[in-house]
């Protein structure tokens, strides 16, 4: 883990913790490991020129991937003139500005709202919006619930029902659970908060033993 100076001097008192991910099932690849994912099945799927990309992000969120596939494979991004203008805000450098257009004609990789990939029924109405231009769509669901408890640790999943091909890809801005538990014995505050997933004293107080078992 990087170390801070600031920190290392300080006796933290209280860590109000970002608990999203708090429990052992949530140990994802590192973000360049599913990014590269990304990247490689992209390339993989290509081979059809009028296959329509789709990368599922948040309002804020996400950026790094489909900035990443536009840097590295060379390609202009669709993001929309909503987004364009938020992502603006964000005082991106121009470097990666460049990539970004609202004009969906100029990019067959487009960034749409997470939910509306969340599922092959609601894939549907997109497939059909583009029906003439498209004969194949491949989204990209990035989300670290993904990870869940049962599921296979890759750092990605494919699905297919006919022209229609979902990833699912355990990428995440929150912390997965080694990386807590990495933080909190650097900063060893002497109270830790959870702020996530908190509704009772009892779900905190596991959620801070968890983070305190060394076997966990």
């Not at 100029?106 to 919006?129: D, G, Q, Y």
């Not at 029906?131 to 890759?154: E, L, R």
Request: hydrophobic share 40%; proline share 5%.
């Amino acid at each position: 883990m990087i170390t801070n100076p600031i920190l290392d001097s300080c006796n933290i008192h209280a860590l109000i913790l970002d608990t999203t991910y708090c429990n052992p099932q949530y140990d994802f690849p590192k973000q360049e490991t599913v990014i590269q994912f990304v990247l490689e099945a992209i390339q993989a799927e290509a081979f059809n020129p009028r296959t329509l990309f789709l990368i599922g992000t948040y309002t804020i969120g996400k950026e790094r991937i489909f900035l990443e596939v536009a840097r590295v494979l060379r390609k202009k991004v669709y993001v929309g003139a909503a987004k364009l203008r938020l992502l603006e805000c964000l005082g991106l450098p121009k470097e990666d500005m460049q990539w970004l257009t609202s004009n969906e004609q100029e990019s067959h990789i487009h960034v749409v709202p997470l939910w509306s990939i969340a599922s092959f029924k609601r894939m549907t109405f997109i497939s059909k919006r583009y029906h003439g231009c498209y004969n194949s769509i491949v989204a990209f669901s990035p989300t670290g619930w993904t990870f869940g408890k049962g599921k296979k640790k890759t750092p990605g999943k494919r699905w297919q029902q006919g022209t229609v091909i979902r990833y699912e890809v355990p990428y995440s801005e929150h912390c997965s659970f080694t990386e807590l538990k990495e933080f909190v014995k650097y900063i060893a505050p002497e109270n830790i908060i959870p702020s996530v997933n908190n509704d009772s004293a009892q779900a905190a107080d596991n959620m801070v033993a968890l983070l305190l078992n060394e076997d966990s």
